[in-house]
């Protein structure tokens, strides 16, 4: 994964690059989810780093050694700074590097699709569901609650979906399982594979 350095002790905003997903995030979902939810993390993220002897520290290790408050609002304002990057209306396909590699320990791609919705979709309550890779490049699903991000487990996050309901409730209420089977549609592969 890319890291993200603060300046002068401050995170930005992580962009976002599209003002709606075609027919699988709205522009309102979006607005609400970036313009509010994301906006109030990284504010409070900014309100409690001054005094926390962890000013100037890259977001993962904001996040490797931090509690409580401070690191639920940085593990998400990291966790969804990945989400909104690894989507597009025009997305890369797969490449043969990631394919490769998700065959070896998933058996095939679909397999591999079949697991992570499932597993995001048994999700109970808030969190996220990622692939990561470990330290021997074994990719792995992890279902994490809340703000948690797999930098906690020494991996490195690779691709996520997030299944807090702020995420899908205006477009699919309830229909979380729905949510995840759609967002194979937006995922940018090349955006995925950079990560590795
Ligand atoms: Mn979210």
Same mark, same amino acid.
């Given at each position: 994964m890319k890291d993200i350095k603060p300046v002068n002790g401050q995170f930005a905003m992580p962009a976002l690059p599209y003002e709606a997903l075609g027919n699988v995030i709205s522009k309102e979902t979006l607005s609400f989810h970036h313009g509010k939810h994301l906006k109030a993390y990284v504010d409070n993220l900014n309100k409690m780093l $001054? !005094?926390? !002897? *962890?000013?100037? *520290? $890259?977001l993962s290790e904001v996040i490797y050694k931090a509690e409580g408050g401070l690191f639920n609002n940085a593990g998400q304002v990291l966790n969804h700074a990945m989400y909104f990057e690894q989507f597009s209306n025009n997305p890369q396909p797969m490449g043969n590097r990631l394919k490769v590699m998700l065959e070896r320990d998933f058996g095939s791609v679909e397999a591999f699709m079949k697991e992570f919705e499932q597993k995001g979709a048994t999700l109970f309550g808030s969190g996220w569901v990622w692939l990561s890779a470990d330290k021997d490049g074994k990719l792995v699903i992890t279902q994490q609650k809340n703000a948690e991000n797999p930098v906690t487990l020494g991996l490195n996050p690779l691709l996520t979906f997030d299944v807090w309901e702020h995420a899908y409730y205006l477009d699919y209420q309830n229909r979380r399982a729905d949510y995840l089977t759609a967002l194979w549609q937006i995922v940018d592969w090349q955006v995925v594979e950079d990560r590795l």
């Amino acid at each position: 994964m890319k890291d993200i350095k603060p300046v002068n002790g401050q995170f930005a905003m992580p962009a976002l690059p599209y003002e709606a997903l075609g027919n699988v995030i709205s522009k309102e979902t979006l607005s609400f989810h970036h313009g509010k939810h994301l906006k109030a993390y990284v504010d409070n993220l900014n309100k409690m780093l $001054p !005094g926390s !002897g *962890l000013e100037n *520290l $890259p977001l993962s290790e904001v996040i490797y050694k931090a509690e409580g408050g401070l690191f639920n609002n940085a593990g998400q304002v990291l966790n969804h700074a990945m989400y909104f990057e690894q989507f597009s209306n025009n997305p890369q396909p797969m490449g043969n590097r990631l394919k490769v590699m998700l065959e070896r320990d998933f058996g095939s791609v679909e397999a591999f699709m079949k697991e992570f919705e499932q597993k995001g979709a048994t999700l109970f309550g808030s969190g996220w569901v990622w692939l990561s890779a470990d330290k021997d490049g074994k990719l792995v699903i992890t279902q994490q609650k809340n703000a948690e991000n797999p930098v906690t487990l020494g991996l490195n996050p690779l691709l996520t979906f997030d299944v807090w309901e702020h995420a899908y409730y205006l477009d699919y209420q309830n229909r979380r399982a729905d949510y995840l089977t759609a967002l194979w549609q937006i995922v940018d592969w090349q955006v995925v594979e950079d990560r590795l």
